[in-house]
C-alpha cells in the first residue's frame, strides 16, 4: 500500500535472486514488500524540479511572446478588392454625330488591328447635303469669275479647272447672263453719249439763230438811227412852222415800233444764248452721268464680289464639313487590340451622337491596378505607399507569389458603384517591374478586367497594439459624455 498523501509509481520487479537483500536501494525508489517469488516495488518520486521547470518554460514562452507581441513591428493594410486595366485606358470607340449603322464588320469579342473596319453608317443624308453644297458652291465660283470679268472690262474666259469642276450649264447660264449685262451696260452708255451730237447740234443753231438775231439787231439800230436824224429834222421844221405834225407823228411812231422790234430781238438773243447755256449743262451732266453709271455699276458688281466671296466661304466650310462627316462614315479600329462591350447586333440600328459603340482593349500594354477602398480607409491612403496583389484567378495562385504595385493615384472625392450603390475611393496602383518580370517568368499573362486583392500597406503596428486597439477605444469612449 503506498501512502495516501504521496503522489507513488507502481513498478512490478521480478526477483531473480535471493542475493537481493530487502532494503536495496532500486534506482531511486524504496523496497516497501515482497511477495512470494516475485515482489511489488512502490517508488516514491520527487516531482518539484520538473514543475519549477515547467513553469519556468511557460513563465519564458508567454514573456518571450509578450515582448514579441509588444516590440515585434507587424505590417498594417488596408484590404480591398479590384480589378486589372490597361494602362493607357481602354479606347473607346465613339461617333460625333451618329447616324445609321449599314453595316457591321465585328463582334463582341474579336481581334482586330489597328484600322480595322468596325461599321459602316448610312451616307444617304450625308451625300445628298454634299451635293446640294458642291452645286451652290460652282455656281458661286463661276458667278465670281463672271463678276470679276465684268470689274475688269475683260472677255469672260473660263480655266481648265473650272471647266473640269463646274458643270456645263452652270457656265453657259453664266456667259449668257454677262452678255445681256455687257449689252445693257453698253446700251446705256450709248444712250447717253448719243445726247451729246445732239445737244451740240442744237447748240449750233441755236448760235446760227443768235448770229441772225445780232444781225437783225444792228439792222435795227441803224434804221432807228436813221429815223432819229429824219425825226430831228422835221422837228426843225415843225418847229419853223414849215410842215404839219402829221409827218413827225409818223416818223415818231415808226421809230417807236422799232425800238419795240429792237427790244424783242435783244430778248431773243438772251433766250437763244440761255439755251445754249442750258444744253451746255446738260451736256456735263450727260458726261457726268456716264461715268456715275458705270461707277455705280462698278460699284454694284464689287458688291456682288465681295458678298460671293463670302458665301463660297461658307459653302467650303460647309463642304469640308459634310466631308468630314462622310470620312467618318466608316468607323474604324483606333488601336490593336479585342472587341469590349459591343452591344449593337442589328443594321439599320440608331447610333446616338457622342455615345460609347465598344471599347476596344489595346494587346501589348502594360497594365495597372484600379482598387475600390472604402471610404473609412481613405484617412490612411495616399499615393506613394506600397501593395501586395493576390491574383486569385490563376489555377495555381494558392502557390503563386505575391506581386507588388505601389499607389499613384486616388480620386478626390467618393465614386457609387452602380450595381452595389456602395460608395468608394478609386484608387490607382503601377505593378513594379520586378512583378512584371515575375510574372513573365511564371509565364502568366494579365487580361484586361481580371479581380484581384489588393493590400496597401498603411505602416506598422505591433500585434499588442492590435489586440488592445478594442479595450483603449472602448475606454476612450466610456470617458466622454454623451
Known sequence: MCHPLQPEVRVKVIIMSSSVALGNVIQEGTLIAAEGSSSSIILKKDDGPYRIFGIAVLVLMFGAFFLWSAFAPLDQAVVSMGRTVVASQNKVVQHMDGGIVNKIHVRDGDIVTAGTVLLELDDVQLKAQLDSTEGQLWEVEASLERLRAERDGVPLQWTTAHLKTIPTDIIKTQEKLFEARQQAQVSGQNALKQRQPQAQEQIIGLQQQITGLEARFDTLVKRRNSLDQDIGRLQGLFNQRLISDIELREKERESTQLEGDMASTK????????????????????????????????????????????????????????????????????????????????????????????????????????????????????????????????????????????????????????????????????????????????????????????????????????????????????????
Open 267 to 482: 430778248a431773243e438773243v438772251a433766250r437763244s444764248k440761255a439755251e445754249i447755256a442750258r444744253i451746255r449743262e446738260g451736256m456735263t451732266e450727260t458726261g457726268h452721268q456716264v461715268v456715275l453709271n458705270r461707277e455705280e455699276y462698278l460699284k454694284e458688281v464689287s458688291t456682288q464680289l465681295s458678298e460671293l466671296q463670302a458665301r463660297r466661304t461658307q459653302l467650303h466650310s460647309q463642304q469640308v464639313a459634310v466631308l468630314d462627316k462622310l470620312a467618318r462614315i466608316v468607323i474604324k479600329a483606333p488601336v490593336d487590340g479585342k472587341v469590349k462591350g459591343f452591344e449593337v447586333v442589328t443594321v439599320g440600328a440608331v447610333l446616338q451622337a457622342g455615345a460609347p459603340i465598344m471599347e476596344i482593349v489595346p494587346n501589348g500594354q502594360d497594365f495597372k491596378i484600379i482598387a475600390e477602398v472604402e471610404p473609412a480607409h481613405i484617412d490612411v491612403i495616399s499615393p506613394g505607399l506600397d501593395a501586395e496583389i493576390r491574383l486569385s484567378v490563376f489555377d495555381n495562385a494558392r502557390y503563386f507569389p505575391v506581386i507588388y504595385a505601389k499607389v499613384e493615384d486616388v480620386s478626390a472625392d467618393t465614386l457609387t458603384d452602380p450595381s452595389t450603390k456602395m460608395s468608394y475611393y478609386k484608387t490607382s496602383l503601377s505593378l513594379k517591374p520586378e512583378s512584371l518580370s515575375l510574372l513573365d517568368k511564371e509565364q502568366l499573362e494579365l487580361v484586361s478586367g481580371m479581380p484581384v486583392e489588393v493590400m496597401i500597406l498603411t505602416g506598422e503596428r505591433t500585434l499588442l497594439d492590435y489586440l488592445l486597439k478594442p479595450f483603449t477605444d472602448m475606454l476612450a469612449r466610456s470617458f466622454n459624455e454623451a
